[in-house]
């Protein structure tokens, strides 16, 4: 925390005129510095080192068969190339599960799109997904 005051002392000028009177003049860039860092902290309580946290994912299959888990994959890359597709195993099952969603709401919303396309049941699930921070919350030079 030491070389935060060597920024806090960079940001202000002060200006002494008369034995009684200080004036502070805070640079602008201090309220964007110091809001960029809240928001970071607020979404940091969440993430782990990896920027992975709490949210949801859509289970589109959950089978004992392998090939059938890999086919339903490569389908869902071909149909959603924008979305990111995992398969992974919980024994006995290989489960095919499908984005990043932060909001439920959000998952909800594709849920639909993808039922109505791959004309099979689908499962908003919680899971722990990458996340990744918008440019207004990661703190960049300006």
């Known amino acids: ?37 809240a928001m970071i902290n607020k979404n940091g309580v969440y ?19 392998r090939q059938e888990a890999y086919t339903i994959k490569g389908q869902l890359l071909q149909l959603f190339p924008d979305q990111k597709s995992y398969t992974f195993f919980q024994s006995p099952y290989f489960k095919v599960r ?26 908003v699930v919680r899971d722990i997904v990458e996340i990744s921070l918008k440019p207004e919350e990661l703190l960049l030079e300006e």
């Open 98 to 123: 499908m984005g990043n969603f932060t909001e439920k709401a959000e998952a909800d919303k594709f849920k639909k799109q993808v039922e109505s396309i791959i004309k099979r049941n689908v499962y």
């Open 47 to 65: 993430l782990t080192h990896n920027n992975k946290g709490p949210g949801y994912r859509l289970q589109v299959l959950s089978t004992n068969n």
């Open 1 to 37: 925390m030491k070389w935060m005051g060597s920024i806090i002392i960079l940001f202000f000028s002060i200006s002494c005129f008369a034995s009684d009177s200080i004036i502070v003049k805070k640079d602008s860039r201090l309220d964007i510095l110091l809001s960029k860092q």
